[in-house]
């Protein structure tokens, strides 16, 4: 895969060209704030653009504003924010903006070596990747509304398991329901919820933001019927 990295710590960015040519991925660029990124996108083409929340001048928001900047230009393009914190004010949008693959972690992650590597794989194949520590935050500012109320009890309790992070076969198996019904289940509370269909998987994750964000609990382990 080829990256594009935007880091101003010379040690991380620098790290982390290391472990992704040791992993066989190619590194087309490793700059140090986000002068001219577009223009390094535009150039070299990468398959993924990682960047740091805090950039030059200002340490503040640069990089996030930057990573939205480029899913405006080019919302095919997956992306990975790396973040000491999560910046609320522009998160939020970039997580629910439209486009292709996202990621946004904690720099604590990129200690683990396996778990940051197979995060780049995920994302390069098309997932989307957030940290429980920013989604945690990030629900915490925001409102309230009436999607939940819509749901019936049934269609909760799936809800509560893709906020697991479940998979349909997993659902089933833990309702003692078909696959085509949890399907059915899954489509009825996607629309109940307004979250339309995307080609990246991003419904399963905003569905389960919109059941943290209204306090719900998580099914306890064995069966659920």
């Known amino acids: 895969m080829r990256i594009l990295i935007c880091e101003d710590s010379t040690l991380l960015r620098e790290g982390i060209v290391r472990l992704l040519a040791d992993s066989g991925h190619e590194v087309v660029a490793a700059l140090p704030d986000a002068d001219g990124i577009s223009a390094a996108v535009t150039e070299t083409q990468p398959d993924l653009c990682i960047l740091d929340v805090r950039l030059p001048p200002t340490f503040t928001d640069e990089g996030i504003r930057a990573a939205l900047a480029l899913r405006a230009e080019n919302a095919r393009l997956p992306i990975l ?5 999560v910046e609320e004010r522009y998160a939020s949008e970039l997580i629910t903006s439209q486009g292709a693959a996202l990621g946004y972690l904690l720099k604590d992650r990129v200690a683990d070596v396996g778990e940051f590597l197979a995060t780049v794989e995920r994302i390069g194949a098309g997932a ?4 429980p520590e920013v989604v945690a935050q990030l629900l915490m500012r925001r409102s309230r509304d009436e999607r939940m109320s819509r749901l019936t009890e049934r269609e909760r309790t799936v809800l509560a398991l893709i906020a697991e992070g479940r998979s349909n076969q997993a659902i089933a198996a833990a309702m003692f329901l078909s696959e085509a019904s949890v399907e059915k289940y899954i489509t ?9 269909q995307d080609e990246h998987g991003n419904r399963r994750v905003l569905a389960a933001l919109v ?13 659920v019927r």
């Open 188 to 196: 009825s509370l996607f629309q109940k919820l307004d979250l339309e």
């Open 211 to 223: 059941h943290l964000e209204h306090g719900g609990s998580q099914p306890q382990n064995g069966a």
């Open 128 to 131: 989307t990747v957030l940290d």
């Open 81 to 85: 924010v790396l973040s000491q914190y």
